[in-house]
């Protein structure tokens, strides 16, 4: 199989064909129809000029399709190692989803569980300034069972 050479593979490469780009499979059929009908003028003695202008011709479509068949092989690769780059991405994207999801999910519990002991505490608080005033108007009115003893005693 013939090889393309370096500046063809690098036009290739950095620029994508489309329709009837090179390498493209329209080019490929225009190519082989364009082989077919030079080998039906040289079988048929159609072409004008001798047996060797008519061999060059032939072999000049011959070449003209292994060119296109190469750069069509070539935008294939590249069509393939494209699919497994977003294939790769893709799985990339599903697994970092689902560490997003199971985090998302964690720390929403998180939260349940924080509002829950704020909530509490709140509640506690709430509770301790309920009985801290309670004890203080207790203290004010009813003096300590020390003091009164000793009032009672005297």
Do not use: W
């Not at 008519?54 to 070539?74: F, G, R």
């Amino acid at each position: 199989m013939a090889h393309l050479d370096n500046t063809t593979l690098r036009g290739r490469i950095l620029t994508s064909g489309a329709g009837n780009a090179r390498g493209s499979l329209t080019k490929v059929a225009s190519q082989y129809r364009e082989f077919i009908h030079q080998l039906m003028r040289t079988k048929s003695g159609i072409d004008d000029g001798s047996a060797d202008n008519a061999a060059a011709a032939t072999s000049a479509a011959a070449t003209k399709i292994k060119t296109e068949l190469l750069l069509h092989d070539l935008e294939i690769r590249k069509s393939i190692l494209s699919s497994q780059a977003y294939s790769g991405n893709s799985s990339t994207y599903n697994a970092t989803l689902s560490q997003m999801q199971s985090s998302l999910s964690s720390i929403q519990h998180d939260i349940e569980t924080l509002t829950s002991t704020l909530i509490q505490q709140r509640q506690v608080h709430s509770r301790c300034k309920e009985y801290n005033a309670l004890a203080k108007i207790a203290n004010e009115q009813h003096p300590p069972i020390h003091k009164t003893k000793s009032e009672l005693e005297q």
